[in-house]
Each structure stands twice: as structure tokens, then as C-alpha cells.
């Protein structure tokens, strides 16, 4: 699973966004669809996100990022 991400400006006119401000992104809540498969799945998306986190959070720990994947 990997979001679709979209520039701010993309945004503007839609009335529904979910925010991610620890990853910089905007996503339209019509595409937003948060992981509801097993944990193999998590660990999957979590792992595709984690160098973009720890790039933007250089001290960030495990738990951290799993918590801010798990968030989105």
C-alpha cells in the first residue's frame, strides 16, 4: 500500500484533507484509506516509509516511527 500523494496546491478546492505535518503531506480524504490488512501488511508500509521518516527525524527511534506509520 503507498499513499498517493498531492501537492498543496492540488488541495485547495477539496473540503476534506487528511494531514500528515510529521511527513510534510496533504492527502484528499476521498482517497485516504488507512492499512486494514494483517500486521505483515503494516510492516510492509512501515518499512517503505521509514528512510523518508528517519531522513526528516534523524534521532527518531523504532517506536516512533511505527507510531507515525500507524497513524497514517
Known amino acids: 500500500y503507498s ?3 498531492i501537492c498543496k496546491e492540488a488541495t ?3 473540503k476534506t484533507i487528511k494531514e500528515f505535518p510529521e511527513l ?3 492527502i ?3 482517497i485516504y484509506n488507512p492499512v486494514m490488512h ?3 501488511s ?3 508500509f512501515r518499512n517503505e516509509i521509514k528512510d523518508e521518516i528517519i ?3 534523524p534521532n ?3 517506536r516512533q516511527i511505527s507510531k507515525i506509520a500507524g497513524n497514517k
Open 3 to 5: 499513499p498517493i500523494l
Open 12 to 14: 485547495k478546492n477539496l
Open 24 to 26: 510534510n503531506i496533504r
Open 28 to 30: 484528499p480524504a476521498l
Open 38 to 40: 494483517s500486521q505483515n
Open 42 to 44: 503494516f510492516l510492509l
Open 55 to 57: 531522513k526528516d527525524n
Open 60 to 62: 527518531i527511534d523504532t
